[in-house]
């Protein structure tokens, strides 16, 4: 446990006797606050800084490589990261599932909404209207096209928004190229340093991925669907940045679009004047950086900065004409810069109502994106940062915290119109793993943090929580050295409890009271094999869980399969595995083991629907699996008094044999994908969804197709 008081944010230096020991607890020494940007003159000045600072942080580690002698190993030009590529009563069920969301009455968008007649889905890149009841008679009414690829989907009262990636346009700069950390040109330490394991793109379980958006434009389109044979198009947003998260909340969406560094034409990171290790002396290879310097800012300085920053186009179409504003953010209002100085990349939350009228508000972070949580009243954008050796970090000694996160959070309003208003930032030890990682209660924003990576012995974990003061998210209590030489593996809070999966190389359950803020506590823990991806409270009583199995091999252990536990926890200090459910071997993966919006656990009728694919023929070292035997969606039937009871499963591709063999069963865990994505039920009906299809059956009767639905076909 560390025992240092308490974490001293906004530039107010260290706080007297607190060290860094093993045993004692960081103190930020960084601002980590934002500061709002008056005008566009500002906006323009601050992303040059940024971009200057960047480039004299590269320039200075091959500056210094060179005069040791060290050449980039790839050539003289530093390596460009591409940009990604492009049965019952009329009116409908008397009950149906709705999306799995981590916080009650803040909806988020899906691949699948429905009112429990009417089914909205994301398919063969449309929008896909379905009459699903009665559910044997499900059919499509309309399929439309929108802009772009969509993505996502929120449902309200009659409105549909479609969240959608766009196509870059012709001669788009294109992402800022961010030298590698492991090798090639090396990227200076301090706060700029690239975070680790930082992937991009979209992923929702941050093991080894932060969330950064497609790198595409995307837009926002909201359709009236009162006649769904017949949806009208209200409004149509459109970002030069990318889908990241949002948020639903009443009539309120909130999206979060995330803007990557762009690329400034002609900028370079090695001296074109010498060729390195020709035995130049330290003047000349000093006075040709420089030389480079001075070009590189000139190029900076001469850039047109329209192309790197956020812009925005709203066009709202009505009776009596389309309302068409082209320049959202032509004065540049609701901007920020964030204190810590990192790169050039920007962060947006546009909000507006569904009901495709009314103010687009838009307030814009100069910095990083990240995990995105939202809570009734306020949104939070928690970005990761790692220390690689030299410039400034947010701790005094940053060996001993070499990863952080800062977290930056909204209030959320309603009046005149649907706005976030930028509140207060703090900053954390550690990285988080997902948006599951924060959590709000009791005034109090909760956060599980991990640094280091098992089975480094210096890895722990911590669970810190801070409440704001002055603009500032202050730290009042923390629970620290959690597991040491683990990593966290998943994360669920619950009101005054909290829930975190660690994993070496068995799965401890630990069981957190966190009724006092100030004094959070590990009150029990549970080991078992395996470890759990997502947890999920099925009552108050009980955690039913989706992960992993493991074998303990001594120094390690392999994935052996998927597993699903069922936890009593109505003890703080006694949680107890009440069933376990095993299946397949290891190559076996579900959508929903790193995506919960996959996980549709329907409590009115006790069923669990979770796609699958399902690989035999591994052993219990961790072999994998050599034929695929299941691919679609499977259903159980899961009691508190009973556990796991396997009802069939709605099937989507034929087995493997050893004449059809396909290699299906080759999958990474943190790349869990299958081909269903999602599954809704209505009543005792089950649909399960692909990209390309919606297959109806009757949880009484699996086995059988309903109806059969592609998406394809016009």
Known sequence: MRTCAALVLAGLGALAGCH???????????????????????????????????????????????????CWAYGAVPPVMATPAPGGDAGGAKTWSDTNVQVAGVDEPDLVKTDGELVYAIGAGRLQILDAWPAAEAHRIAAVQVEGTPKRLLLHEGRVVVFSSLAPPVGDPGATPVPPSGGGVPMPGGVGASPVGSAGGDCTYGYDCVPTGDGNPSKITVLDVADPARPRVLREVTFNGSYLAARRIGASVHAVIALPERTVPGLAYWPSTFVCGDGASPRAIREAFEQLRRENRALIEGVDLGALVPSVRDVRHRADGDAVDADVLGTCPGFHSSAEGEGAAFVSIASLSTDGEGPLSVTTVLGRPGFVYAGPAALYVASPHAWRGGGSWFWAEPEVAPEATTVHAFRLAEAPGPRAEYQA??????????????????????????????????????????????????EIGRVDGIAPSEDIRSVRFDGARGFIVTFKKTDPLFVLDLADPASPAIAGELKVPGFSTYLHLMDPAHLLTLGYDASDQDGFAWFTGIQLQLFEVADLAAPALAYRELIGTRGSTSQAATDHLAFNYFAEKALLALPMVICEGGDATGGYGTL????????????????????GGVAHATPETSETFRDACSGWWTDASTPVKRSLFLEDFVLSFTDGEVRVQDTRALGTDLARIGFTAP
């Open 20 to 70: 860094s020991g093993p045993d004692q607890r960081q103190v930020a020494i960084a601002r980590v606050g934002l500061d709002p940007i008056a005008g566009c003159e500002d906006l323009a000045r601050a992303v040059r800084d940024r971009l200057v600072a960047d480039m004299d942080r590269a320039l200075d580690a091959n500056l210094a490589a060179a005069l040791e002698g060290r």
């Open 425 to 474: 930032s703090g900053v954390v030890e550690g990285r988080v793993l997902s948006s599951f990682s924060l959590d709000e209660y009791a005034g109090a924003l909760r956060i599980a943090t991990t640094t280091g990576h098992s089975p480094d012995p210096a890895a722990h974990s911590a669970v810190t929580v801070l409440r704001e003061a002055g603009g500032t998210l202050e």
């Open 628 to 647: 695929m035997t299941f691919s679609g969606l499977r259903v159980y039937r899961v009691r508190a008094d009973e556990g796991f009871t396997y009802l």
